[in-house]
Nanobody
Framework: QVQLVESGGGLVQPGGSLRLSCAAS????????MSWYRQVPGKERDMVAG????????DYADSVKGRFTISRDNVKNTVYLQMNSLKPEDTAVYYC?????????WGQGTQVTVSS
């Protein structure tokens, strides 16, 4: 049974930091590119950051470059998103995605709220 379980979300003040984790099981994690997406009510789900299978290449949305860092541990089957200098506009539900060709999986999401 495929599972992607996100954790680490919560309420943080502007300028603060959070580290999201996504634990994967039920598939060959190291063979899948991993990404983090986020979604606010009424809007599409947008990609925030992506990382290739071995972690050699990463990509970021312009809005988070220099503030967010994606990484993965293929032994622990986990992908991370370190979020620094958080802004109110980063408030969203954050989703973990695994992709390999036409095959893909989603987690259930974790809420991140940036507010004073």
């Amino acid at each position: 049974q495929v599972q992607l379980v996100e954790s680490g979300g919560g309420l943080v003040q502007p300028g603060g930091s959070l580290r999201l984790s996504c634990a994967a099981s039920g598939f060959t994690f190291s063979s899948y590119a991993m990404s983090w997406y986020r979604q606010v009510p009424g809007k599409e789900r947008d990609m925030v950051a992506g990382i290739t299978t071995a972690g050699r290449r990463t990509d970021y949305a312009d809005s988070v470059k220099g503030r967010f860092t994606i990484s993965r541990d293929n032994v622990k089957n986990t992908v991370y998103l370190q979020m620094n200098s958080l802004k109110p506009e980063d408030t969203a539900v954050y989703y973990c995605n695994a992709r390999r060709g036409s095959s893909g999986y989603w987690g259930q999401g974790t809420q991140v709220t940036v507010s004073s």
